[in-house]
């Protein structure tokens, strides 16, 4: 099902990554690759579910 409205985008992304990292069927964790709004995703999976990520490379996103 789609997100609800009162969602941010952030915070959704956040409770997807877990759905589509296993969708994908990889083990985990996984190294992340993020430019701009990929990157600030990645971040924040990796600050709040660091069992998901094993190395992040995040670049080309602003610091807001």
Excluded at 17 to 42: E, K, M, Q, T, Y
């Amino acid at each position: 099902s789609l997100p609800s409205a009162h969602l941010t985008l952030n915070q959704s992304s956040l409770r997807y990554a877990p759905r589509v990292v296993a969708a994908l069927g990889v083990d985990v964790p996984v190294d992340f690759v993020g430019f701009s709004f990929g990157g600030r995703i990645g971040m924040a999976v990796a600050a709040t579910r660091p069992d998901l990520i094993n190395r992040l490379v995040a670049t080309g996103q602003s610091a807001a």
